[in-house]
């Protein structure tokens, strides 16, 4: 899905002369927090220190301005809300949507403790074989509240996506990978549609990595807070909602075209890092 993206820390440190401080530990630093201001409210997000190439590339293009005046282009209720497409900001009605960001990518930062439970914060991407991640496009997770069966079913899927990225590291496959990386940089999408059909035939057979289990303590999420399990261990998670939940609904609830894009333009106004 790219259809489906960065902060620095302050490094501060108390040097207390002649003797060891008695209160114990220093304080960890608090995590960086930053604030989309939309045209349907404001949503506060704090940012991942385990995610830091993402965590600080997010704080790079809010301060270089990339996100201020973008819109939430794709908007699917029960699923997420992406923005970041830079050639949204002045987009007409009508418009195709999704594919524009910085000429770079950020190199993805999977943890398997991240996941994608309702409020976080991911970075979208194309369907690259490293799953670099965009450099400005990113969702905010909505999902909803799923029982065993569904969570059984998003398990399914999450292996299907694992079996193809695990089936083009190995060596013997290295010829038709190149010719897939090949037809992505010269848009060669006939070829590429077909050596991704074949990779995915190859994945249903594919035994040769360890199949991913969701935890029992994000399964607790997924059935009382809800999210989008189906995307774990593929896509990079990079930081979470603490205020403007309800305005995330909001959006996710506004109507849209056949494209997902809504039918009245929802707008990143300004978005800055808190201090």
């Not at 490293?130 to 059984?152: A, C, E, M, P, T």
């Not at 035994?207 to 990079?236: C, S």
């Not at 849209?256 to 978005?271: E, F, G, N, Q």
Request: charged share 30%; net charge negative.
């Amino acid at each position: 899905m790219k259809g489906i993206i960065y902060p620095g820390m302050l490094l501060c440190f108390l040097c207390i002369f002649g003797f060891e401080s008695s209160k114990g530990p220093k304080d960890q630093e608090a995590p960086v927090k930053v604030k989309l201001v939309t045209t349907h409210g404001e949503i506060v997000l704090k940012l991942y220190d385990e995610t830091p190439l993402h965590r600080d590339n997010f704080i790079k293009i809010i301060r270089d301005s990339v996100l201020d005046g973008v819109l939430f282009h794709r908007v699917i209720e029960e699923f997420m809300i992406q923005g970041g497409d830079t050639d949204s900001k002045y987009a007409q009605r009508g418009d195709t949507l999704g594919s524009a960001d910085l000429p770079y990518s950020v190199e993805a930062e999977i943890r398997p403790e991240l996941f994608h439970k309702k409020g976080v914060i991911g970075a979208a991407r194309g369907n690259t074989p490293d799953r670099v991640s965009s450099s400005s496009q990113f969702y905010i997770v909505q999902g909803k509240i799923l029982n065993d069966s569904l969570l059984d079913r998003a398990e399914t899927r999450i292996n299907g996506w694992l079996a193809e990225y695990y089936i083009k590291r190995e060596p013997e496959y290295r010829a038709k990978l190149d010719s897939l990386k090949t037809a992505i940089e010269v848009e060669d999408m006939d070829t590429f549609a077909r050596l991704n059909t074949e990779f995915e035939a190859l994945a249903k057979e594919y035994k040769g990595f360890e199949t991913y289990k969701i935890p029992e303590a994000h399964r607790e999420v997924y059935r009382t807070l809800g999210g989008t399990p189906h995307l774990d261990q593929n896509y990079t998670v990079f930081g979470e909602v603490v205020s403007g939940l309800s305005v995330v609904d909001t959006i996710a609830g506004v109507d849209t075209d056949s494209m997902d894009r809504p039918m009245l333009d929802v707008r990143i106004l300004k978005a800055e890092v808190l201090k």
